[in-house]
């Protein structure tokens, strides 16, 4: 049994860093779920496990967390469930007395929002569409039961009816040519 604690923020200025140093560790972080298009979304596991490495600048700090999940929910192209692998490997720069702008938003004062962080990294690195891979018919290859889902879709719409001609041209269609 896993016996790493939750760590949704870390006191930067209790690692003892001296300027050159460096620590790694594990944590695991709550992320919670994420909601593309209406649609839930969840991590596999949550709180999710990640490698956290820390290095001390003269200044500030550079933050770097690592680690691999899946998001599971609906696929976007056929709704039937999936499971997309997700890969993070981020570096966040902590330079406020350097310049305002090289100021990360996770860190106040030495409190690093280690939660948010590992949340947005892995928001960022999702595509715009979550679906699965297509074969050759335009049929996801990875969704659970996509085939058949399509095919009772397919069945359920309704024959899109003839447009009404526009009564306008009434007139013109009585003309013989």
């Known amino acids: 049994m896993d016996m790493t604690p939750v760590t949704d923020i870390v006191d930067l200025g209790q690692l003892g860093l001296k300027p050159g140093g460096a620590i790694r560790f594990d944590a695991l972080v709550r992320v919670g779920e994420f909601v593309y298009g209406g649609q839930t979304y969840l991590l596999r596991t949550d709180p999710v496990p990640v490698t956290v ?3 001390r600048t003269s200044s500030g700090s550079v933050i770097r967390v690592r680690t691999s999940n899946a998001l599971q ?3 976007m192209r056929c709704n039937a469930d999936y499971t997309m ?3 993070i490997d981020h570096k966040e720069v902590h330079e406020p007395h350097l310049d305002e702008e090289l100021a990360s938003d996770y860190v106040k004062e030495q409190d690093l929002d280690l939660a ?3 949340r947005d990294a892995i928001g960022l690195c999702l595509p715009t569409s ?3 891979p297509v074969d ?3 049929v996801c290859i990875e969704c659970e039961g ?3 889902r399509l095919a009772k879709l397919r069945d359920s719409e309704p024959e899109p009816e003839a447009p009404l001609p526009d009564p306008r041209w009434a007139k013109l269609r009585e003309l013989e040519l």
């Open 116 to 118: 948010a962080l590992v």
């Open 136 to 138: 050759d018919d335009g």
């Open 53 to 55: 490495d820390v290095s």
């Open 73 to 75: 929910g609906p696929c």
């Open 130 to 132: 979550i679906s699965s």
């Open 85 to 87: 692998p997700v890969t």
């Open 146 to 148: 996509s085939a058949e």
